[in-house]
């Protein structure tokens, strides 16, 4: 399969893109094929209703390539209020007058009837940048793809079992006794970010949101960093260490929420005698020690790490892992021998499944399974200019936010690159986000 960055024909790259908008779509309709009271019900404050998730995504795919790129007029523009994102907290959607599942279902169908007769007549060397290398396009594609994670997440929280499918994973490769659990990254400088382009290009990294701009160079000190995610047996080892209840592994404002929220484990984990048990979409299944793990805010990674004598890794720290290339192996789009992407299966695959997804400096899993926190607070990169809008990212930037890398198994293939960056707050736990470990070199 041709990587998108890679296509230069146009009319191969209009067929691909509609292909991609086609399994997209697939993917939402998937996620919300099922019974109107899953749909409509708030199963977390911190999520919204699935059917607002569902008519939103056709709201804004109209909003940026009917109305903004293509200049059409409002198809509905009372729904512009219910829909937008900033507008309504998430846990005040439920009392909105929110479009039925049916109702939904129609619109967006209507919506990306006339997106494909844009993207028919459209002009990829346009010097519009939502226009040019059919950015908006680009824009709409991950931005829907993101949702259906989102999607995910409030289906695991609505512990409904036989909702969401499973599959098969690659099972962890037996690892030889010479090789190092940590990575050793020599110091110097490398670039970090995106092209500052948005046009068409694989060095520009086309569809790269804005936060991921412009391309910089930095210097970083020789560190080293683990291999792989943290795997649930370590973490299980930090738990009955008495790592919940040791204030000294802890920021302040982690062991405050500790102590506020009693918190004694990754979310949906339980204890029965000697075994630790999860609940995976709505299934009870004991906790496989060889998977990383998964459910766990910033404050717990950061507590973990400090535990294990290490730190969390800077998002330069993390990136500068990937060896400077559009994946850890490479430009070539990933495949199911490289990461574990795309909901091939609902959970995180065994550590050292993917050997053939190796950095250049042989770190492992950077991409898939789960989204990693690192220790940097999401701020925009020297020379950021915000596009197309500021709420996507900058409206963000500042002290309250981590970055989370690399994707998680839920994401799906083109909404996942080694620049992406990810940002949530530090007590988030719905999210499909693990860590890995690092260190500094000493000296």
């Known amino acids: 399969m041709t990587d998108l960055n890679d296509i ?23 996620y919300t094929d099922t019974d109107d009271y899953l749909l409509t019900r708030q199963h ?16 804004f795919e109209e909003l940026w390539v009917l109305r903004k790129a293509a200049g059409l007029p409002p198809m509905r523009p009372e729904l512009d209020d219910l829909y937008d994102a900033f507008t309504h907290p998430r846990e005040d959607r439920p009392s909105l007058p929110l479009l039925g599942p049916e ?32 950015h908006v396009f680009g824009l709409v594609l991950q931005h829907e793809h993101q949702h259906a994670e989102t999607m995910l997440a409030t289906l695991q929280l609505s512990r409904q079992p036989g909702v969401v499918g499973d599959g098969t994973l690659p099972p962890a490769r037996t690892r030889s006794r010479s090789e190092s659990p940590e990575v050793h990254i020599p110091g110097g400088i490398f670039t970090m970010g995106a092209g500052a382009a948005a046009g068409l290009g694989a060095a520009s990294r086309p569809w790269a949101y804005d936060n991921e701009r412009p ?13 792989h995610p943290v795997t649930n047996g370590a973490y299980i080892a930090f738990i009955e260490a008495g790592g919940y209840r040791e204030p000294q592994w ?25 075994t ?72 995180p695959a065994p550590v ?21 926190w690192t220790d940097s607070c999401f701020r925009g990169y020297p020379g950021f200019r915000s596009f197309p809008y500021r709420e996507y990212s900058e409206v963000f930037f500042g002290e ?43 000296l």
């Open 400 to 442: 309250s936010y981590r970055v989370l890398r690399g994707g998680s198994w839920a994401t799906h293939p083109s909404a996942i690159r080694t620049t992406f960056r990810n940002w949530d707050l530090p007590v988030r736990r719905q999210i499909f986000s693990g860590f890995r470990c690092a260190r500094s070199e000493l």
């Open 44 to 59: 977390s404050p911190l999520m919204s209703p699935l059917v607002w998730d569902l008519a939103h995504v056709g709201n």
């Open 103 to 134: 109702e939904a279902r129609r619109y967006i169908s209507d919506v990306r009837s006339r997106t494909y007769d844009v993207l028919d007549t459209v002009d990829f060397d346009d010097p519009d940048p939502l226009r040019g290398g059919g």
């Open 352 to 372: 050292g499944a993917f050997p053939e997804g190796a950095s250049p400096y042989g770190v492992e899993q950077l991409v898939g399974d789960v989204w990693e």
């Open 276 to 347: 630790w048990w999860r609940l995976r979409f709505g299934r009870q299944e004991p906790v496989p020690e060889d998977e990383p793990v998964i459910h766990v805010s910033w404050y717990e990674a950061d507590a973990y790490a400090r535990w294990a004598g290490k730190r969390l890794p800077s998002e330069a720290e993390w990136e500068k892992a990937c060896g400077g290339r559009l994946y850890p192996w490479g430009d070539q789009e990933p495949g199911p021998e490289h990461a574990n992407l795309g909901h091939r299966a609902s959970r």
């Open 250 to 274: 802890w920021s302040p404002d982690g062991w405050e929420w500790v102590e506020r929220s009693g918190v004694e484990a990754p979310l949906y984990w339980t204890k029965d005698e000697d």
């Open 215 to 227: 391309a910089h160079r930095m210097f970083l000190g020789s560190y080293w960093i683990d291999r």
């Open 8 to 30: 230069r024909d146009v009319t191969t790259l209009k067929e691909r893109i509609a292909a991609e908008l086609s399994a997209a779509r697939d993917r939402t309709l998937a």
